[in-house]
């Protein structure tokens, strides 16, 4: 294909304007992992910018040996886990009998489902609910309340939908159960969306913050996004840091720690992304198409 | 039509067990007996998730009565005495609380106003990208801040604009000015950098539900315009942005429907008690009053309010925009 004179500078500008907005999105976080390895002094005069100043790891030594963050690290590992599969379980479970026409009743538990979407109880009303069934300060409390998220069951209905009705056809007639065409015929099928929506719930389950800051009071069981937000938000840590051991805070900015909690909260999403992001995409995609 | 009909003979005389064997006669017979043994398994599967349904989203809406009740600890949701609409009253009949509704409007208000365009722009952009390594390179950075969590971007938010000569930008500002500018304690700086942070980890995933939208466009459409001598824009007018109107318009409607729903994380990470005149909101407010503060009558009444408004917005959205046959449902 030719392109004009105008159609050049257009691509041109086109390449750089991207090529920015790439930029504005990753180079944040490297100012920041910049700052976690630089020194007090190269923090403090505001030397940093993408690169290390004065190398030191001494953000990530306070955290490891003052705070409780591999245990932190290790709840934030058992609620992703565990959370997922439970949710995975519970919205195949779902999506299988509203993708089948002769289901009886799948209208009305579709409008049911989707309503729940559109109007929701709200804060309180669902404490309350978690505190009668004696789940506070229990993972229950993060699991049980988004089993089965709306959106990702619609895509799974509608992938499943998607499925060639002759495979099933085949399949009765030579006498599977339902069970067994779910399990052997309709699951090996979906590999790459089941595999989306697992990432999106672990996700959710990585990132949870507000329901952990609400239902979980046990600093033992508390997550490591509510660890690195306390770390972040107040300073307490540093004072406590200078009365126990001045010459490790000596050493210190409340900076320089911060932007260690941050990097170690994000690493394990930084090394699975690049690994993961075709199954986002595919699932993001599905979503979209049904919209 | 004065004349009352009399009552129907049969359902006068039929007794009870005949009821039922009809009844099931009636399923027998609608439904067929092959497809009534699908159902079995089937309905055992779909029983946990009905439970589910059933104690977590709807029952809940039940203890929405808190609202219309002075709530007491010992006599629990139920035995807690009436209290009408006092709740409400003290929500509309305070100018705080009313400065906390509007802040939701505002701050959710002006994420979309701003936020929305956005990812429609990029993915067009990304759309003209011919070189393919260099459209999933950037892809790959764009989606990136969508996997981190608000505590990051929070982090991050506070590390870059940080007041002090830490923070990259003041740097920069003390450097052209002569001295360093609160970014985080000025309201309408706070203001900007919220809406900013959000579209910062938002933008790029959102596009590629229109980059889903624009690879099913026909190519020939193009071709065709751009023998009738149709430049870019024009093909881009008239070709590219009706074919993505459907989704815009969906998009739209989830978008507005979500309004009230301000997102705790995101004001819970970012505010401070510098700027609370303008980033208070209703999620905050209800986790502070309502757990914190263990008001739970005042809290669920915020809340229902909350529900009621969201759910009022995404049916007249989905009404307006069925007029123009884009409707969701």
């Keep these: 294909m030719n392109s004009t004179k105008g159609e050049k500078i257009f691509y041109g500008i086109n390449y750089f304007v991207l090529l920015l907005i790439g930029l504005t999105c990753v180079l944040p976080l490297v100012h920041v992992l910049a700052m976690s390895f630089s020194d007090k002094h190269a923090i403090a005069s505001g030397a940093v910018s993408l690169w290390p100043v004065n190398f030191d790891s001494s953000g990530y030594s306070a955290l490891f040996d003052e705070t409780p963050i591999f245990k932190a690290f290790r709840n934030s590992l058992i609620i992703t886990v565990v959370g997922t599969a439970l949710n995975v379980l519970f919205t195949v479970l779902a999506a299988y009998p509203l993708s089948k026409r002769y289901f009886i009743?799948?209208?009305?538990?579709?409008?049911?489902?989707?309503?729940?979407?559109?109007?929701?109880?709200?804060?309180?009303?669902?404490?309350?609910?978690?505190?009668?069934?004696?789940?506070?300060?229990?993972?229950?409390?993060?699991?049980l309340p988004g089993l089965v998220s709306v959106w990702n069951l619609m895509i799974l209905r509608s992938f499943f939908e998607g499925l060639p009705e002759e495979l099933e056809e085949a399949a009765r007639i030579d006498g599977s159960s339902e069970w067994r065409l779910l399990s052997q015929i309709i699951l090996p099928l979906s590999g790459p969306v089941i595999a989306a929506i697992s990432l999106f719930y672990g996700v959710t389950h990585w990132n949870a913050f507000m329901n952990v800051l609400i239902y979980i009071n046990d600093t033992n069981r508390q997550n490591l996004t509510v660890l690195v937000q306390q770390l972040i938000q107040n300073q307490s840590f540093m004072q406590e840091m200078a009365n126990t051991q001045p010459e490790m805070a000596a050493k210190l900015t409340p900076e320089g720690v911060k932007a260690a909690g941050v990097i170690v909260m994000t690493l394990p999403m930084l090394v699975l992304y690049p690994f993961l992001q075709k199954y986002f995409v595919k699932g993001a995609m599905i979503g979209a198409v049904k919209g | 039509?004065?004349?009352?009909?009399?009552?129907?003979?049969?359902?006068?005389?039929?007794?009870?067990?005949?009821?039922?064997?009809?009844?099931?006669?009636?399923?027998?017979?609608?439904?067929?007996?092959?497809?009534?043994?699908?159902?079995?398994?089937?309905?055992?599967?779909?029983?946990?998730?009905?439970?589910?349904?059933?104690?977590?989203?709807?029952?809940?809406?039940?203890?929405?009565?808190?609202?219309?009740?002075?709530?007491?600890?010992?006599?629990?949701?139920?035995?807690?005495?009436?209290?009408?609409?006092?709740?409400?009253?003290?929500?509309?009949?305070?100018?705080?609380?009313?400065?906390?509704?509007?802040?939701?409007?505002?701050?959710?208000?002006?994420?979309?106003?701003?936020?929305?365009?956005?990812?429609?722009?990029?993915?067009?952009?990304l759309n003209e990208v011919r070189k393919m390594i260099f459209k999933r390179f950037i892809q790959t950075f764009v989606y990136l801040p969508h996997f981190l969590n608000w505590v990051i971007v929070g982090g991050i938010v506070v590390t870059v604009f940080s007041q002090n000569e830490t923070g990259v930008i003041n740097h920069v500002v003390k450097w052209l000015t002569g001295s360093t500018f609160p970014f985080l304690y000025n309201e309408t700086s706070w203001t900007s950098i919220f809406i900013a942070s959000g579209v910062w980890k938002e933008a790029g995933w959102s596009a590629i539900i229109y980059l889903a939208a624009l690879t099913t466009i026909d190519q020939s459409l193009y071709e065709a315009a751009s023998i009738d001598g149709a430049n870019k824009w024009q093909q881009t007018i008239r070709i590219t942005i009706p074919a993505i109107m459907p989704t815009v318009i969906i998009m739209l409607i989830l978008k507005i429907g979500h309004l009230m729903e301000l997102g705790f994380d995101q004001v819970f990470v970012l505010q401070n008690d510098a700027v609370s005149n303008v980033a208070e909101v209703i999620s905050t407010f209800m986790y502070k009053i309502g757990i914190q503060q263990a008001n739970f009558s005042l809290a669920t009444a915020m809340g229902l309010f909350e529900s009621i408004v969201g759910l009022v917005l995404v049916l007249t959205a989905n009404s307006i925009a069925r007029r123009f046959g884009q409707g969701l449902w």
């Design chain 1, 105 to 143: 009743g799948r209208r009305f538990y579709s409008l049911a489902v989707v309503f729940t979407m559109l109007f929701t109880a709200g804060l309180i009303p669902n404490y309350l609910l978690l505190k009668s069934l004696g789940l506070l300060n229990s993972y229950g409390a993060l699991w």
């Design chain 2, 1 to 125: 039509m004065s004349k009352a009909l009399p009552p129907p003979a049969s359902a006068i005389t039929n007794p009870s067990q005949e009821q039922a064997r009809t009844r099931s006669n009636w399923l027998v017979r609608k439904y067929g007996k092959r497809v009534l043994k699908q159902n079995v398994p089937l309905y055992l599967m779909f029983l946990p998730i009905m439970i589910f349904f059933l104690v977590f989203k709807y029952y809940p809406m039940t203890g929405l009565v808190i609202a219309f009740k002075k709530y007491s600890f010992l006599k629990g949701i139920w035995g807690s005495p009436s209290a009408g609409l006092h709740s409400f009253q003290m929500i509309f009949n305070n100018d705080q609380m009313i400065k906390i509704i509007w802040n939701t409007f505002k701050l959710s208000g002006l994420s979309i106003l701003i936020g929305f365009p956005l990812p429609i722009i990029l993915a067009l952009l």
